[in-house]
């Protein structure tokens, strides 16, 4: 593979360890992972997993949003037979995995020592309670890309302003223009440490020992993460592949004479 289609399948790798260790966003995962195994050609079986985990995955991770979501409704004394109607809709979990879901729910609601009602309530009512979890939700997606420096949380905030009907200047007292300028903020950061990272290593490739998979994993980072393109860092696949290729021969060449 070339260094490009070897950071993406690094990729694709990093997204099945945190469906594996559990995420509370397991179908973005899921769509991210294919994406990359896709892009270079290259299946589930390549990354050691199948259908059948990734199913698994996507279940946990959506039993974790549920404790987190009940948690969040016991801290906030929020009747629960509101919850029971909310989850069929943001889980999107389908038929095959309906009944056991719903279970688990019932089953944490005890757990949390929270009263189940008589499951009826107000459609506006029940509405606001929709839109306000939704804006919880797209708050914490917000903080987190400030503060992990991951544009996945931006797709992540996309998708639940349209799912949830969302207004950015009514609902989330912000802008566009705000929005764009957390983005760019994330994308200069990555830059620089992407930058900064090829530039020593070009500069210091004769004289570097340790392994190059340190620089190659920034590159990817600043990719997947900060949306920074190969482009943007001033260098092309081709000139990575061909630099990264240069440091191998010197590191060949001082073995060489170091057994000579």
Request: charged share 25%; aromatic share 8%; with cysteine.
């Amino acid at each position: 593979m070339s260094t490009q289609d070897e950071l993406t399948f690094h990729a694709a790798q990093e997204y099945l360890k945190s469906l594996r260790h559990g995420t509370p966003h397991p179908v973005g995962s899921v769509q991210d992972l294919r994406s990359c195994l896709s892009s270079v050609g290259k299946t589930l079986d390549d990354l050691e997993t199948s259908e059948e985990e990734l199913e698994e995955c996507i279940l946990r991770g959506r039993k974790m949003a549920a404790v987190m979501f009940l948690e969040y409704v016991e801290r906030n004394q929020i009747d629960a037979d509101v919850i029971l109607h909310f989850f069929p809709v943001t889980l999107r979990h389908g038929t095959k995995h309906y009944k056991e879901v719903v279970k688990f729910l019932y089953e944490v609601a005890q757990e949390c020592r929270i009263t189940l009602g008589n499951f009826e309530l107000p459609s506006d009512a029940f509405n606001e309670f929709i839109r306000s979890c939704y804006r919880v939700i797209a708050f914490s997606n917000m903080n987190y890309l400030v503060e992990l420096k991951d544009i996945a949380w931006l797709r992540q905030f996309e998708v639940i302003l349209a799912e949830g009907e969302l207004s950015l200047e009514r609902d989330m007292r912000t802008t566009r223009a705000t929005i764009d300028g957390a983005l760019a903020r994330v994308r200069d950061h990555w830059e620089m440490i992407a930058r900064d990272a090829l530039t020593h290593f070009q500069s210091n490739i004769l004289t570097i020992t340790n392994s190059v998979d340190e620089y190659k994993k920034i590159v990817m980072m600043a990719q997947h993460q900060g949306g920074v393109s190969l482009a943007m860092l001033g260098t092309s696949a081709d000139r990575v592949e061909a630099l990264f290729k240069r440091f191998d021969l010197y590191q060949n060449l001082r073995a060489n004479a170091s057994n000579n």
